[in-house]
Antibody, heavy 120, light 106 residues
Framework: EVQLVESGGGLVKPGGSLRLSCEVS????????MNWVRQAPGKGLEWVAC????????YYADSVKGRFTISRDNAKNSLYLQMSSLRGEDTAVYYC?????????????WGQGTRVTVSS | DIQLTQSPSFLSASVGDRVTITCRAS??????LAWYQQKPGKAPKLLIY???TLQSGVPSRFSGSGSGTEFTLTISSLHPEDFATYYC????????FGPGTKVDIK
């Protein structure tokens, strides 16, 4: 069974930093791209970042470029999102999602999400 | 930049109804489109990818069609568990999501 479990969310002050983790099991992690997608309270889904299977390609949404860094450790079956210079508009539930083979940006399996609140 | 719009934004329907949701892209995206279902407090669930390919385990009452700039998600007969919000997503760069369509109980 494919499982993705996010952690690391919490309350952080504007300008602060936070590192999210996503630990996966049930599939060959090193064979798939991975994505972070977020959802602000009461809003729709916003794609944040994507990393290819062996970190060859990395993509970011303009809203987080230069502030967030996506990375992965295939030996640990783990995906990360380092977030810095956090703003109120980064407040959201952050989901990790497994890429869909041919479609890197497809989320064919998702974690339960971790909540990030940016507030003073 | 590609834009995705969904219509309607809100849909009130009854169990057993046939429901159709439309997603329109501002430029030709071929078949690079997916559909997701999301229930309150839960993660999205993939329903359809490549515009019309049903994800494994998804009931056959869900179907997708279209290519280019206009796509549809159809639920042939609405079940109680189908009341949710539905999103389309462009599957190439930039992987934008549509604004969502909430399907509510009439």
């Amino acid at each position: 069974e494919v499982q993705l479990v996010e952690s690391g969310g919490g309350l952080v002050k504007p300008g602060g930093s936070l590192r999210l983790s996503c630990e996966v099991s049930g599939f060959s992690f090193s064979s798939y791209s991975m994505n972070w997608v977020r959802q602000a309270p009461g809003k729709g889904l916003e794609w944040v970042a994507c990393i290819s299977s062996v970190s060859s390609y990395i993509y970011y949404a303009d809203s987080v470029k230069g502030r967030f860094t996506i990375s992965r450790d295939n030996a640990k079956n783990s995906l990360y999102l380092q977030m810095s210079s956090l703003r109120g508009e980064d407040t959201a539930v952050y989901y990790c999602a497994k890429g869909g083979g041919y479609y890197d940006f497809l989320g064919d399996n998702w974690g339960q999400g971790t909540r990030v609140t940016v507030s003073s | 930049d590609i834009q995705l719009t969904q219509s309607p934004s809100f849909l009130s329907a009854s169990v057993g109804d046939r429901v159709t949701i439309t997603c329109r892209a501002s430029q030709d995206i071929s078949s690079y489109l997916a559909w997701y279902q999301q229930k309150p407090g839960k993660a999205p669930k993939l329903l359809i990818y490549a515009a019309s390919t049903l994800q494994s385990g998804v009931p056959s009452r869900f179907s997708g069609s279209g290519s280019g700039t206009e796509f549809t998600l159809t639920i042939s007969s609405l079940h109680p568990e189908d009341f949710a919000t539905y999103y389309c997503q462009h599957l190439n760069y930039f992987p934008l999501f549509g604004p969502g369509t909430k399907v509510d109980i009439k």
